[in-house]
Structure formats: structure tokens, C-alpha cells
Nanobody
């Protein structure tokens, strides 16, 4: 198992930016991809973005494409989510998780809260 801890959440104005960080404990961090998900209190958890093991391949949900950027620093064992142009639909708890392939994720972190003020 891998231990993941998210940070960087907080309050931002609509149109503003936040950068989330996810720190991993595993020595083999460079061997697997990672994903970001989010869950608002009235919704099911949804996919936000994913990145391949090397960081060369990324995927985004349509709702965040062009606004959010996922990146991976294998030397620091961190994955980031740069969130720009924050919108009223973005507030949620954001989670990072390890990509096990075939759409399966595990080792979920405790999450970090993102709030957007209008």
C-alpha cells in the first residue's frame, strides 16, 4: 500500500487559482500513474484528472479541461493539480489516488477541501 496525503486546499475566489499537492510515501512512486478525484457533499465522487507514470500522458474530465493541469514530480514523489479559473461547480473535497490500471484506483488520501466564493 501507498500512503497519500493531499494539501493545498482552501478558499479561493471565483476565477482564482489553487494548487493542490499530493505527497506519496512509496519508493516505487515513479512506477505508477496517479489520479485526482473530487466529491461534493451532494454528489458522487467524480474523476478530475489522471497522469501516467512518467508524467507524459494526462487525461481530464471535460468539466475541468483547459482550466486544471495535473503534473507529477517523481523525484519529490508528488503529484499536483493546478486549478485555474475556479468556478462555482468546483468546490468539493479533492482526493488523490494511485492508478492500478483498467480504471481502478487505490490508496486514497484523506482529501483536501476546496471552497470557491463568488
Amino acid at each position: 500500500q501507498v500512503q497519500l496525503v493531499e494539501s493545498g486546499g482552501g478558499l479561493a475566489q471565483a476565477g482564482g487559482s489553487l494548487r493542490l499537492s499530493c505527497a506519496a510515501s512509496a519508493r516505487t512512486f515513479s512506477s505508477y500513474g496517479m489520479g485526482w478525484f473530487r466529491q461534493a457533499s451532494w454528489k458522487e465522487r467524480e474523476f478530475v484528472a489522471s497522469i501516467g507514470a512518467s508524467g507524459a500522458t494526462t487525461y481530464y474530465a471535460n468539466s475541468v479541461k483547459g482550466r486544471f493541469t495535473i503534473s507529477k514530480d517523481n523525484a519529490r514523489k508528488r503529484v499536483y493539480l493546478q486549478m485555474n479559473s475556479l468556478a462555482p461547480e468546483d468546490p468539493a473535497i479533492y482526493y488523490c489516488a494511485r492508478d492500478r490500471g483498467r480504471g481502478q484506483y487505490d490508496s486514497w488520501g484523506p482529501g483536501t477541501q476546496v471552497t470557491v466564493s463568488s
